[in-house]
T-cell receptor, first 114, second 115 residues
Framework: AQSVTQLGSHVSVSEGALVLLRCNYSSSVPPYLFWYVQYPNQGLQLLLKYTSAATLVKGINGFEAEFKKSETSFHLTKPSAHMSDAAEYFCAVTSTTGRRALTFGSGTRLQVQP | EPEVTQTPSHQVTQMGQEVILRCVPISNHLYFYWYRQILGQKVEFLVSFYNNEISEKSEIFDDQFSVERPDGSNFTLKIRSTKLEDSAMYFC?????????????FGSGTRLTVV
């Protein structure tokens, strides 16, 4: 069975500050991990993915995430927040074998203050 | 950038009515999925479809739900007799491979409201 825990349903940062959105996963087999962003009234857009290559993954819009197997984490970071980053962010996991459907976390709403 | 297209964007239906949600996946993708997101809750997997059959489904996907790929481009989700609790945003997704090393591409969703 797989699961994802996103710590913090709401995160607020100032424009220009570091963004850190936390994601911990549970998987009995090596995982594939994803971060998706959802802007208001829009669909899910892929930010980045980890598929067992480099542990530090760079995505779109300046975001990156690091896969840490020892900590079962895949936290999302961005050095400097922009107002346009305000959205809901979802971490998701699927397995490299067996069930391939995505299991999503509960999401973190990022607010960026001017 | 190839897109997954979903229609309609909004649908309001009466309880007990049948609804069909439509999706056009990316043309060279082989795996198709439906997910749903009840307002304020997490995105949940419903069903995956490959080679004209269901490859995986969740406990949510009961006999009220069915999926079909009626032609080479459309992928549909049918709810036979809608309930109030079916109100949600329904997302279609597609991927090139089963291992998702290329990632899943999601559509913009259909907001279904059952009254």
């Amino acid at each position: 069975a797989q699961s994802v825990t996103q710590l913090g349903s709401h995160v607020s940062v100032s424009e220009g500050a570091l963004v850190l959105l936390r994601c911990n996963y549970s998987s009995s087999v090596p995982p594939y991990l994803f971060w998706y962003v959802q802007y208001p009234n829009q669909g899910l857009q892929l930010l980045l993915k980890y598929t067992s290559a480099a542990t530090l993954v760079k995505g779109i819009n300046g975001f990156e995430a690091e896969f840490k197997k020892s900590e079962t984490s895949f936290h999302l970071t961005k050095p400097s927040a922009h107002m346009s980053d305000a959205a809901e962010y979802f971490c998701a996991v699927t397995s490299t074998t067996g069930r391939r459907a995505l299991t999503f976390g509960s999401g973190t709403r990022l607010q960026v203050q001017p | 950038e190839p897109e997954v297209t979903q229609t309609p964007s909004h649908q309001v239906t009466q309880m007990g009515q049948e609804v069909i949600l439509r999706c056009v996946p990316i043309s060279n993708h082989l795996y198709f999925y439906w997910y749903r997101q009840i307002l304020g809750q997490k995105v949940e997997f419903l069903v995956s479809f490959y080679n004209n059959e269901i490859s995986e489904k969740s406990e949510i996907f009961d006999d009220q739900f069915s999926v079909e790929r009626p032609d080479g481009s459309n992928f549909t989700l049918k709810i036979r007799s809608t309930k109030l609790e079916d109100s949600a945003m329904y997302f279609c997704a597609s991927s090139q491979d089963s291992g998702s090393s290329y990632g899943y591409t999601f559509g913009s969703g259909t907001r279904l409201t059952v009254v």
